[in-house]
């Protein structure tokens, strides 16, 4: 195999490698939306993620769900060994076909999910 391509898969190979090391600067957490008679649900999946570092916005029919988690477990004489858990800032939007603003949110944390309930203007 000429030196050329060699160069090219080690480059690739360590690349993918450190990708994979390298957590992104804001994460998206996984979400369901269920639509119902008088509005949504979405469920979030946020494991570790306390309510007061939650936020909520709506513009028009957008909202978006932003926050941070936090890695409160680190202390002591620990070396990070492997990480699989994305922590710090996260960012999910959710466009709707209707204009959300005067609609009534009711937000609740159960079992590392966090439900967002939107109820549509009567």
Not at 83 to 101: A, K
Request: aromatic share 10%.
């Amino acid at each position: 195999m000429p030196r050329s391509r060699e160069l090219w898969f080690l480059s690739r190979h360590l690349r993918l490698h450190m990708e994979r090391r390298v957590q992104p600067l804001r994460w998206m957490p996984a979400a369901d939306v269920h639509q119902g008679r008088d509005g949504w649900l979405i469920k979030l999946e946020l494991a570790g993620v306390r309510p007061e570092d939650v936020r909520l916005r709506v513009c028009g029919n957008f909202l978006a769900v932003s926050g941070r988690r936090y890695d409160h477990f680190l202390g002591g004489d620990w070396r990070l060994q492997s990480m699989e858990i994305t922590y710090g800032e996260f960012e999910r939007g959710f466009e709707f076909p209707v204009n959300i603003e005067n609609a009534r949110l009711m937000t609740e944390f159960r079992d590392g999910m966090l439900l967002v309930r939107i109820q549509r203007e009567a």
